[in-house]
């Protein structure tokens, strides 16, 4: 009986630790401005830009394929831009994602008259100052 209690623990420790870890399933972006956002990998745009006033939310395994060659490491950098459907689009800063563990830095910039900040693992917001 103890073996079998030792077993189950010894599952659920490594059950625990392996979603401790694991990647987010989403790339999350919230974009409460009155335009439209992106981001850029590499000069290229992603083919989900986040609408006006709403929430995308894209595979993380598509952020992965995006960033396919242009990692360092496990770090993808994106340039996050904003208006990206206009002629005059506004770049708001960069941003580098950990593609293990959905991590992404700096927490928090502001430029251009818009403000990025991380909420969580594979989660961000952009508000208008």
């Not at 929430?55 to 904003?82: D, F, P, R």
Request: glycine share 6%; proline share 5%; charged share 10%.
């Amino acid at each position: 009986m103890n073996l079998i209690f030792k077993g189950f623990s010894a599952v659920a420790l490594s059950l625990s630790a392996v979603t401790a870890f694991a990647s987010p399933v989403y790339l999350i972006t919230h974009n409460n401005t009155p335009v439209e956002s992106n981001a850029y990998i590499a000069g290229v745009p992603s083919a989900y830009p986040t609408p006006a006033n709403s929430t995308q939310k894209v595979y993380w395994n598509l952020v992965k394929l995006a960033c396919y060659g242009h990692t360092t490491g496990k770090q993808c950098s994106a340039i996050i831009k904003m208006a990206t459907n206009t002629a005059n689009p506004v770049e708001v800063g960069e941003v580098h994602m950990d593609l293990d563990t959905g991590d992404i830095n700096p927490k928090y910039f502001s430029k251009n008259g818009y403000t990025f900040f991380v909420n969580g693992l594979g989660e961000a917001t952009i508000v208008k100052n």
